[in-house]
């Protein structure tokens, strides 16, 4: 039976990655930092529905340069981790302050990084390993107000250009699904009138769903897809911001 780590598994677009791979039979380590209630409400959802597979809380602030050790040592087996943690701070760069840097660097880029490494060998043993980040439109385009947002979310993309390089021939994929603008509680913090504007501007005529990123986020972690790798799929209704 595979299993997965899901950072982030808390959030909108992270639970509904959880809901879609248990469906598909996968066990899972579910990561959160501030809401436990939300993960144990998700495990027995889960457990109730796919009683064979296990489904295991892990709590761990990825702020923390501890974390990632601290998670690696709890995982037995592994053969995907889904980077889908994330947080942001609107604001002009010039009030940004190194704190709000260190941490959206530490939590979307540094932990994730340091935690794939330590997993790498376990990712690696059963010849078809996935890692795959969300990311962000945002990471191409950029964007004013959350610039330490934008400059993380294209690095995640270059780490997988990168890393796929290296451990293709251990049958690890790395790729990114980089979403546009998607119906979370965390963009429901830009008020409807935000969202209204932003709707108009895509194509699809509607805002994502998380259910829409899971979809390129199973796919990604099928093993029929170990072909595909160091790449960023843009799932965004036509948008360019």
Known sequence: MASALI???SGDIGTEV???QAAAGWSLYLH???HPERVTSLIDELAAQYPRQDFIPIQADLTRLTAPAAIAEQLFAVDAVVVASGMTYYELFADSTLEH???LMRVHLLSPMALIKELQPKL???GRGRVVFIGSVYGLDGSAMEVTYSTVKGAQSAFVRAYAQEVASLGITANVVAPGAVNTKMNASFGAGVL?????EI??????TPADIAYFVASLLDERAGYLTGQTLYVTGGWRP
């Open 7 to 9: 950072l982030g598994a």
């Open 18 to 20: 959880a809901r879609q």
């Open 32 to 34: 959160y930092n501030n």
């Open 101 to 103: 840097m260190s941490a």
């Open 124 to 126: 690696a043993r059963s």
């Open 196 to 200: 209204d504007a932003v709707r108009d």
């Open 203 to 208: 194509p699809a005529g509607r805002l994502g």
